[in-house]
């Protein structure tokens, strides 16, 4: 089944991580990216089938779970999150075709989880570059970022006296 192919999910490794369905009890697994990019996934590597994205979403298995935000194996910290911004804007100013940092990975390595390639120290790896579309200069882009900002804050903690009628 697709969604039980360790590419599109990890299966949990704890005793405890199992879910029953009507006397059906299964290991958990989680899947590895978003619902929308591993439907986009399956209809380029299934095009004889045509199916909907709410279909697609009905056929997941009980037991293949949307990971929430404490199981995550990825990072939200301020320079990757920029860096996801960034692409973004370089998307919607078409500047480039990948959608997502994870798509531009995927483009520059071989295997983006490997150090040696990510370093440019694989053969394979070490001339690839982020293909551009051709731009003006001179035109202004714009996009978001995260910034830490450090405040201190003060409150005033006013004593109240409350008086009694006894």
């Known amino acids: 089944m697709y969604f039980e192919e360790d590419e599109n999910s990890r299966m949990c490794a704890g005793k405890k991580e199992f879910v029953t369905k009507g006397k059906i009890r299964k290991q958990k697994r989680y899947l590895s990216d978003s619902l929308q990019n591993l439907h986009k996934k399956y209809l380029e590597t299934n095009p004889q089938y045509k199916i909907s994205y709410s279909a697609f979403c009905k056929l997941r298995p009980f037991w293949v779970r949307v ?6 194996e990825t990072c939200l910290c301020k320079d990757h999150e920029n860096m996801e911004l960034v692409v973004v804007a370089l998307r919607k100013n078409y500047l480039i075709v990948e959608k997502s940092v994870n798509r531009i990975l ?3 390595c071989c295997d983006p989880r490997n150090v040696y390639c990510l370093a440019k120290k694989c053969d394979s790896c070490k001339n690839k570059a982020i293909n551009y579309k051709e731009f003006d200069n001179t035109k202004e882009t714009h996009y978001f970022i995260w910034n830490k900002v450090k405040k201190n804050l003060y ?3 006013k004593r109240k ?3 009694s009628n006894d």
């Open 106 to 108: 995927q483009s520059l």
């Open 161 to 163: 006296s409350y008086a």
């Open 67 to 72: 990971p929430n935000v404490n199981i995550r």
């Open 155 to 157: 409150q005033r903690w």
